[in-house]
């Protein structure tokens, strides 16, 4: 359980914050979205951080992964900040948030119904995001 719970904070700490970097490079509609999204990431964050925090577990994010994803999300958007470039950014993002879910979902099988309800909703956040950037494309 709390392996899992571990995971699914750092995953949605990781999609809170490459779309906070991104939605502060952005005007227009697509941050709307993108703030709309933040929010859903940091519902999921939040419900994992209090979980992780009644288990007297202090979770550390992953300080080289964040800083990498930083780096990239500048690099990708030196050039191209269009709408159409930062929703396929997002998508790939999100696509291997799920893909990486599902799979530690099916890892953990055994684990609680609260915890793997908490990775169904961060699987449902995930595909909204998808979603919702493919009207950019």
């Known amino acids: 359980n709390e392996e899992l719970l571990v995971y ?4 949605a ?3 809170k914050d490459n779309l906070l970097e991104l939605n502060g490079l952005l005007e227009g509609d697509i941050r709307k979205i993108l ?5 859903e990431f940091k519902s999921v964050y939040d419900q994992t951080d ?3 925090s009644a288990l007297g577990r202090e979770p550390r994010g992953e300080l080289f992964a964040k800083l990498m994803s930083k780096v990239m999300i500048n690099v990708k958007t030196l050039t ?6 930062v929703a396929a950014m997002v998508i790939q993002g999100s696509t291997m948030g799920i ?4 799979s530690k979902l099916k890892e953990y099988a055994d684990c609680d119904d609260a915890v793997r309800n908490i990775g169904y909703k961060l ?3 995930e595909q909204t995001c998808i979603d919702e950037m493919k009207h950019f494309l």
Request: net charge negative.
């Open 8 to 11: 699914l904070h750092n995953n």
């Open 99 to 102: 893909v990486e879910t599902v």
């Open 35 to 39: 703030e709309k999204q933040i929010l």
């Open 80 to 85: 191209d900040k269009s709408d159409a470039h």
């Open 123 to 125: 699987l449902y956040v």
């Open 13 to 15: 700490e990781m999609g």
């Open 50 to 52: 209090r979980l992780l």
